[in-house]
Nanobody
Framework: QLQLVQSGGGLVQPGGSLRLSCAAS????????MGWYRRTSGQRRELVSS???????YYVQSVKGRFTITRDDDRNIIDLQMTNLKPEDTNVYYC?????????WGQGTQVTVSS
């Protein structure tokens, strides 16, 4: 059973950077596409960025040019490099397959952007 563990969040000032990591504590990234999600104001999780096994990427408009997603299938890690962070990026970030499955939601990692 695949288990995903998110890490790398923290408190950063506006304009700062963070690198989030999603690791498979057991199992492997057998899925074709993996992504990072965060909650919207309505508490629904929105897809922030995703990456396929072929390296194709997707970014929601609000993070384009600021976030970069990468994957290492040998190490079973999905990273999200976040730069030029804004207060509106404050959220709990989760990784999951795309499309998401309830059984793979983990605890997430908190990102807080504040001066």
């Amino acid at each position: 059973q695949l288990q995903l563990v998110q890490s790398g969040g923290g408190l950063v000032q506006p304009g700062g950077s963070l690198r989030l990591s999603c690791a498979a504590s057991s199992g492997s990234f057998e899925f074709s596409r993996m992504g990072w999600y965060r909650r919207t104001s309505g508490q629904r999780r929105e897809l922030v960025s995703s990456i396929g096994r072929d390296g194709s990427t997707y970014y929601v408009q609000s993070v384009k040019g600021r976030f970069t997603i990468t994957r290492d299938d040998d190490r079973n890690i999905i990273d999200l490099q976040m730069t030029n962070l804004k207060p509106e990026d404050t959220n709990v970030y989760y990784c999951n397959r795309v499309p998401d499955e309830d059984k793979f939601w983990g605890q997430g990692t908190q990102v807080t952007v504040s001066s």
